[in-house]
């Protein structure tokens, strides 16, 4: 069910409600291409950083679709790892796969065994880029696009053992926008 908000201003405008954990079992990665708000030019002031999650996993989705692959599975863990790693990359100045300023979250594995994922295959990809001027859509393809021309992170999106999938994206507060992606990858989950 999509939720309707209504904006009243100088100018009336009907608005989507932000993306929710529930509304990824409404789409597949084909239907999610037509999703309007997807289509939307990302405003810095007003990100839904839901929408933008979303965008990234279908995109991944749809390769893994093309390698006839099953699709990844969401994973409320996985993109709650993955956001942090984010989070935590864009607040502090870093871009790697290991946190240089928290010994409790310096790997991945660490950060995963600290959202209840111990067992089982684990991946992770990151990356960072500007959106200016990018629609969700757009910016979730150029992500997908780098990490596909990376020899690991492609092994990551197309290993068939890995079924889960949690991306997060944390926005710095730089002007040139740039927005930092997490993908975290299992093969079980909690």
Same mark, same amino acid.
């Given at each position: ?35 309007? #708000? ?14 933008? *999650? ?43 796969? =290991?946190? #240089? ?22 991946? =992770? ?35 068939? *053992? ?29």
């Amino acid at each position: 069910m999509l939720l309707l908000t209504l904006s009243l201003g100088a100018e009336d405008t009907v608005q989507p409600a932000a993306w929710t954990f529930a509304d990824y079992e409404r789409f597949n990665p084909a239907t999610f291409r037509m999703y309007a #708000p997807a289509m939307r030019v990302m405003d810095h002031a007003k990100m839904d950083v839901g929408l933008l *999650n979303a965008a990234v996993f279908f995109a991944t989705n749809a390769e893994r679709e093309k390698q006839k692959l099953p699709i990844f599975q969401t994973s409320r863990a996985l993109a709650a790892c993955a956001y942090e790693h984010s989070r935590d990359m864009a607040l502090e100045n870093f871009i790697s796969h =290991e946190n #240089p300023n928290d010994p409790s979250k310096r790997t991945a594995w660490q950060r995963m065994e600290a959202k209840g994922l111990k067992s089982g295959e684990r991946a =992770e990809n990151i990356a960072m880029r500007t959106t200016n001027g990018l629609t969700y859509l757009a910016f979730a393809d150029e992500m997908v696009k780098l990490w596909m021309n990376s020899p690991g992170h492609r092994a990551n999106i197309l290993n068939r *053992n890995l079924l889960f999938l949690g991306c997060g994206v944390h926005a710095c507060t730089c002007p040139k926008f740039h927005v930092y992606a997490t993908q975290n990858f299992a093969s079980v989950v909690p």
